[in-house]
């Protein structure tokens, strides 16, 4: 990015755009299929009466971009706390826009000085960018780096869906990869789905990367999913996203039929 951009960027961030409607955070977990726990919860945008991220998204321009990114981060830790996340073990993965970030370190202060605050460990956030937002690789590199020498992890959301494809997981050492719920959707009746979400497991397996399913829908996807070797799973099969509060395990109809084991 260059000079010019990364001081106008500065200057949203000093004269503090407020953004002109109010937003709030749901969280959706990420269950550890081993153990029957939850790895971690992800934060999700909402509006303030509920209204879905899209809807949210679509009210964000190039002037609140910075203000909205910011302010995603501040509510989703403290919500989180707020909602009992400290009384577990779990993650807090928080969605980021990475053309909303000039300077990692500097772009960062608020996110860092809001988990101290409120007693969030560092090494408990995990931050996501999405594919689907085209991306300057070299720019979220340099963000990457920067938040594993923070101790944060890193993820690519919805992956296989976005402009890079494997380009990015060739150049971005993201700790974790979400595989996009379009690979996971109806994997259990598509030979080719599965064969292509093994051999993307093994590769990520083999290259140190975690690999997590979300979409997860149907009984028949959580088994074919975990036969594809993934044990960490998303999805309204198990929870359906809550506003200010930790969804647990939807343990109904039979057990989900016993994790779909």
């Known amino acids: 990015m260059d000079k010019a951009r990364k001081l106008s960027h500065c200057g949203v961030c000093r004269e503090g755009a407020a953004l002109p409607f109010a937003i709030t955070t749901a969280f959706q977990p990420i269950f550890d299929m081993r153990n029957n726990g939850v790895f971690a919860y992800e934060a999700l945008v909402r509006g303030e009466n509920g209204e879905a991220a899209g809807e949210v998204l679509g009210r964000v321009d190039e002037k609140t971009r910075y203000s909205f990114d910011q302010l995603c981060r501040v509510n989703a830790i403290k919500n989180a706390v707020t909602a009992g996340i400290l009384e577990t073990d779990a993650k807090l993965s928080i969605n980021f826009m990475p053309n909303a970030v000039y300077s990692p370190l500097a772009c960062i202060q608020l996110t860092l000085k809001t988990a101290r605050e409120v007693g969030f460990p560092q090494d408990r956030l995990i931050f996501e960018f999405t594919e689907h937002e085209r991306l300057d690789v070299p720019h979220v590199t340099t963000i990457v780096e920067a938040y594993r020498q923070l101790g944060f992890a890193t993820a690519i959301d919805d992956f296989?869906?976005?402009?890079?494809?494997?380009?990015?997981?060739?150049?971005?050492?993201?700790?974790?990869?979400?595989?996009?719920?379009?690979?996971?959707?109806?994997?259990?009746?598509?030979?080719?789905?599965?064969?292509?979400?093994?051999?993307?497991?093994?590769?990520?397996?083999?290259?140190?990367?975690?690999?997590?399913?979300?979409?997860?829908?149907?009984?028949?996807?959580?088994?074919?999913?975990?036969?594809?070797?993934?044990?960490?799973?998303?999805?309204f099969f198990l929870a359906r996203p809550a506003v200010a509060s930790l969804p647990a395990l939807d343990m109904g109809q039979d057990n989900r039929l016993r994790l779909a084991s």
């Open 160 to 235: 296989g869906a976005g402009f890079s494809g494997l380009n990015v997981l060739a150049n971005l050492g993201t700790d974790i990869i979400k595989l996009d719920m379009e690979l996971v959707r109806g994997i259990d009746t598509s030979e080719p789905r599965r064969q292509i979400v093994r051999a993307m497991t093994r590769l990520c397996t083999e290259m140190g990367r975690t690999v997590i399913a979300e979409g997860v829908e149907t009984p028949g996807e959580l088994a074919a999913v975990r036969s594809c070797g993934i044990d960490l799973v998303q999805g």
